[in-house]
């Protein structure tokens, strides 16, 4: 099974925040240039994928507390802090095992994603 490897820790918060390898990426590359405000062009150039799936990538980081928003730049800033060890410990542990981790969000059954998102609190905008 792909999650056997991944730590419990890990593998609960990817299946509960992270819904594409395309997300994780673009986690990934706002955690390792936290001082950078990125625009959505900016990231899908980066990311090499659609521009609207990238806004709407970075609005539910945002939501869920990895991203701010300011003038439509997005910057790492994990809120509450303890998220921040855990995308830490994550960044580490994709670099070692990407296979994994990638078989993982793939093979996230996608209903579940639907009814999880019905039961998702989201900070009032």
């Not at 730590?7 to 925040?17: G, I, N, T």
């Not at 303890?82 to 209903?111: K, M, W």
Request: hydrophobic letters at 45%; one cysteine or more; charged letters at 25%.
């Amino acid at each position: 099974m792909a999650g056997e490897t991944i730590p419990k820790q890990l593998r609960a918060f990817l299946l509960r925040h992270i819904l594409s390898v395309t997300q994780l990426e673009a986690l990934l590359l706002l955690y390792e240039n936290p001082e950078k405000s990125w625009t959505v062009a900016e990231t899908t150039a980066r990311l090499y994928a659609r521009e609207s799936d990238v806004a709407e990538m970075l609005a539910r980081l945002a939501a869920d507390g990895f991203l701010a928003e300011r003038d439509g730049a997005y910057r790492y800033a994990c809120d509450p802090p303890e998220l921040h060890e855990t995308v830490t410990n994550l960044a580490a542990f994709y670099r070692q095992h990407l296979i994994p981790v990638t078989n993982l969000i793939h093979q996230r059954p996608r209903g579940a994603i639907s009814f999880a998102e019905a039961f998702r609190f989201r900070k009032p905008r």
